[in-house]
């Protein structure tokens, strides 16, 4: 694998020879206690698929990456497409 040092993938390379899984949640807006005072249609407005995540949509992503043994060096967007820009 060639790759650049101290990269990223370098270090995601030599963690999995170790067995070893390197993974992140990007949550986009994600409906909490913090925003029961925010109306409904601008925590819609926030999110392509017009509704934003929930608790539990994060907690299910991060109990996938947990229980995929050979899932490693990804970024699962938790954010109804909002990390493909501005829609």
């Known amino acids: 694998m060639d790759v650049r040092p101290w990269s990223p993938q370098k270090t995601i ?33 926030l999110s392509p698929m ?13 109990l996938y990456l947990t229980d995929a043994a050979t899932v490693t060096g990804h970024i699962l967007y938790v954010d109804g497409g909002a990390h493909f820009g501005r829609w």
């Open 13 to 45: 390379y030599r963690r999995a020879q170790n067995g070893n899984r390197v993974n992140a949640i990007a949550p986009g807006t994600v409906y909490t206690p913090l925003h029961r005072e925010t109306p409904k249609d601008v925590m819609e407005s």
């Open 50 to 62: 017009g509704r934003p995540s929930t608790v539990k949509d994060i907690t299910d992503a991060v």
